[in-house]
Structures are given as C-alpha cells and as structure tokens.
C-alpha cells in the first residue's frame, strides 16, 4: 500500500527556506544537487515522511518555471510504492498519463516517476521506490 513519501516544495532559496523548519526543531537530513532534474533539494524528516525543499540550479529547470509562474510553494506530492515497475504498469494500463515514460534514479539513489496532474486529481504526483528495489 503506498504511503506519503514527502511533499516537494519549490523554493528560491534553500538556505531561506529551511531556516523556518530549523526554527521548529527540525534538522536537515540531506542536502544533494540532483543535476539532471537541475535542483538541489533539502530533506527534512517530519514523522514517518520528509519535507523535500526544492531550488532550481537553471533558469530552465522546471522548479524554475513552476516557480516564475506559481510563485514559491507545494510543486508535489510522492508517495512511496513498494513495486514502482508494477505500479507504472497498472497506472498506464488504466490509461494515466505520466511525464514521462521513463523510471528515472533521483534524491537519495530512490528511483522515481511523476504522474500528470491531469491523471491525479490536479496534483502533480510523485511516484518513489527505495534504491536497491527492482530494475527494469
């Protein structure tokens, strides 16, 4: 069954942005460039899920883009699927569009897939296996 992975909020600045949370208590667990997405992002353990804080590394990035058109705030939601390839393939046999076809590696080494919002109620959704799990 899946369960909330994280919630992937864009933002222009990292080190802005996570000083809230540090105000709360909370720490950084992670702090990584994923450069083909090109963003660095923060992880921020909140109970059993995270808090991913996402800043564009380009001006071409799609945090970027998402952020010159919305402004700064939630850009996701990720649930974690124990079988990523199986529920790829169920999504897509039921007819969801995906952003794209390919399981890609991100965050963490945790391989990963997005599903349109046009599929998932309005939200963009994040689909996220553990690294380690099955390849294709």
Same mark, same amino acid.
């Given at each position: #069954?899946?369960?909330? =992975?994280?919630?992937?909020?864009?933002?222009?600045?990292?080190?802005?942005?996570?000083?809230?949370?540090?105000?709360?208590?909370?720490?950084?667990? *992670?702090?990584?460039?994923? /450069?083909?997405? *090109?963003?660095? &992002?923060? #992880?921020?353990?909140?109970?059993?899920?995270?808090?991913?804080?996402?800043?564009?590394?380009?001006? =071409?990035? @799609?945090?970027?883009?998402?952020?010159?058109?919305?402004?700064?705030?939630?850009?996701? @939601?990720?649930?974690?699927?124990? =079988?990523?390839?199986?529920?790829?393939?169920?999504?897509?046999?039921?007819? /969801?569009?995906?952003?794209?076809?390919?399981?890609?590696?991100?965050?963490?080494?945790?391989?990963?897939?997005?599903?349109?919002?046009?599929?998932?109620?309005?939200?963009? &959704?994040?689909?996220?296996?553990?690294?380690?799990?099955?390849?294709?």
């Amino acid at each position: #069954m899946p369960t909330i =992975d994280h919630l992937g909020i864009a933002v222009k600045s990292l080190q802005q942005a996570r000083q809230f949370y540090e105000r709360l208590g909370v720490q950084v667990s *992670k702090e990584e460039t994923v /450069a083909h997405e *090109k963003v660095k &992002v923060a #992880m921020l353990p909140m109970g059993e899920s995270r808090i991913e804080l996402l800043e564009a590394t380009s001006p =071409d990035s @799609v945090v970027a883009k998402f952020i010159e058109k919305r402004g700064e705030g939630l850009h996701h @939601v990720a649930l974690h699927v124990p =079988d990523l390839t199986a529920a790829v393939k169920t999504l897509k046999e039921s007819g /969801a569009r995906l952003i794209s076809e390919e399981i890609k590696i991100g965050a963490g080494g945790h391989r990963y897939v997005f599903v349109h919002p046009s599929s998932a109620g309005g939200v963009l &959704v994040e689909l996220v296996e553990e690294q380690g799990v099955k390849q294709i």
